[in-house]
């Protein structure tokens, strides 16, 4: 079967809805996941299934990732249901677009007793990276305290201000975030207040595989007096459950020059 490679990265987000299942049968593949899973792995999800990272799980180590095989092969042949919201309708749409051979070799591999292949091509362990994607932004404005998430809070929506003291009007073209806990801060709406106004919604971040910041176009002119608003989404996933979670995100602005 031929499936789309956009939903690679579909899929990395659809595991967050899965537990592990069992994925050892008879090795029946000719892919391993040492030489073939683990590139994929890597470049489609390795941003966001690494430990610490968003996703509930990594998948940067054979150790990691074959438990989930079978969960994984059975959302990439889902078939049914569409909805905005539904990752297996997402996929499933994914599948009548142009084929791409990395998800068949996942397929494969995942069905056919996804061998680990030669010890010595085993990955080095692959670390967070958790760090401004377009270079230290002119005005970094961190939460003003640490936002503590409760033990018994699943999912939490924070909104945190920060009056902006500029002595003249500049333009943004850009902002990004920097989440202090990346495994729980699951997007972020950006919205702007000028006076007495509504505020403005600016854009929304969310962490992805080839993360960037939020590009605003035209530029957000920020007055003297301005409001920045960010409405941060905290979600854990299972294997944060019933523990207490912290997060100090800090929100960058680009200004143009």
Known sequence: MKIAGPAVAAVCATLSFWLPGEAHKGITSKFTYNADVYPIFLNRCGHCHVAGG????SLLS????FPWAESLRAELLETEGATADDPAGFIAAAHRNAPARELDVILDWAGGG???GDPAMAPRPVALRNEWTHGEPQLALPLGAPYQMPPDAMEAIQEFTWPL????A????????????PAIVREVD??????TAAPRPLGTWIPKQNPAPLVLSPPARLEPGSTLVARVHYRKTWKYEGQPMTDRSTIGV????
Do not use: K
């Open 54 to 57: 968003v996703g509930p799980m």
């Open 62 to 65: 054979y150790e990691d990732a």
């Open 114 to 116: 996804t061998p680990e």
């Open 165 to 168: 003291a500029l002595s003249t």
């Open 170 to 181: 500049r333009e943004a073209n850009a902002i990004d975030v920097l989440p202090g806990t």
């Open 190 to 195: 950006l919205l702007l207040r000028t006076g």
């Open 254 to 257: 680009y200004f143009l020059r």
